[in-house]
């Protein structure tokens, strides 16, 4: 089995102290390359130099969060551009709207959220998006430059089956994580995760968060990190009604396919 993380914030403070050994035991668990997730300026060069670091292994993303949309300026906008074309960068973001917590002002996160469209389109890479709580916001937005990017990922989708319809028909593909395995506010994904293609389906940790709740046992110190993809993937193959090699195998190759990763 191998497997591809496309969400993983190893920047995480949580991860200086192992992070060598965070990768050998996520190889140990099939994971064999993984997403770097750049969510805010100084993240998204810590983001690349990891990928530089492990060339084949590590893989980039480079944008600003919605939380940080606030500290978006000129600046930060030629520096993504920057860091857009460089080639272990595989897509633009993290970056969307987030009306659960409103960190930024709303008006500030749409504006931020379509600059980074912009550079998107600018640099012809995908999308790693960002959506809680602001679908109608998000999705109107989106339209508007979906047919200008070769591919759109809704990372993390918690979202109801409507929800996940409407990003299907942008022809987006959809990340899994392990909110699925919360039994407190993840069991509505569980019914309709069999609705996602098997070529649209791209499976995450976005660890050090969402350690899935049902892993046994429970890590004291409660960090989430890439070995536990496989959990993932498992969980996910149960609701699918398919083995977990399978699931493994589409989703290793749609993520091959989005971020145009080599094979190992």
């Not at 899935?212 to 890439?226: A, C, G, I, L, W």
């Amino acid at each position: 089995m191998q497997l591809v993380d496309i969400g993983a914030n190893l920047t995480h403070e949580s991860f200086r102290h192992d992070f060598d050994a965070v990768l050998q035991r996520a190889a140990a668990h099939g994971v064999i390359q993984m997403v770097v997730t750049g969510a805010s300026h100084s993240g998204s060069d810590h983001a690349l130099d990891l990928a530089r670091a492990h060339p084949g292994k590590l893989f980039a993303t480079a944008g600003v969060h919605p939380h940080h949309a606030v500290d978006y300026n000129d600046l930060t906008d030629t520096h993504l551009r920057e860091l857009a074309r460089q080639p272990e960068v595989r897509a633009v973001g993290e970056t969307g709207l987030d009306y659960n917590r409103n960190y930024s002002p709303r008006d500030v996160q749409l504006e931020v959220f379509e600059r980074q469209l912009r550079i998107a389109v600018d640099a012809g890479k995908p999308l790693f998006l960002h959506q809680r709580d602001a679908h109608h916001d998000f999705v109107a937005l989106l339209k508007r430059y979906r047919d200008k990017v070769p591919a759109v990922v809704v990372h993390c989708f918690t979202d109801t089956r409507e929800a996940l319809h409407d990003y299907l028909a942008l022809d987006c593909y959809i990340g899994i994580t392990g909110w699925i395995c919360d039994e407190r506010r993840g069991t509505h994904l569980r019914e309709f995760v069999r609705e996602i293609p098997a070529n649209r389906l791209l499976i995450e940790t976005d660890a050090p968060y969402l350690l899935p709740r049902t892993v046994r046992p429970q890590p004291s110190h409660r960090r989430n990190e890439p070995m536990y993809l496989k959990h993932i993937c498992e969980e996910i193959a149960r609701d699918r009604g398919e083995s977990a090699d399978v699931t493994a195998a589409n989703s290793t190759a749609a993520a091959r396919t989005f971020f145009g990763l080599p094979e190992i």
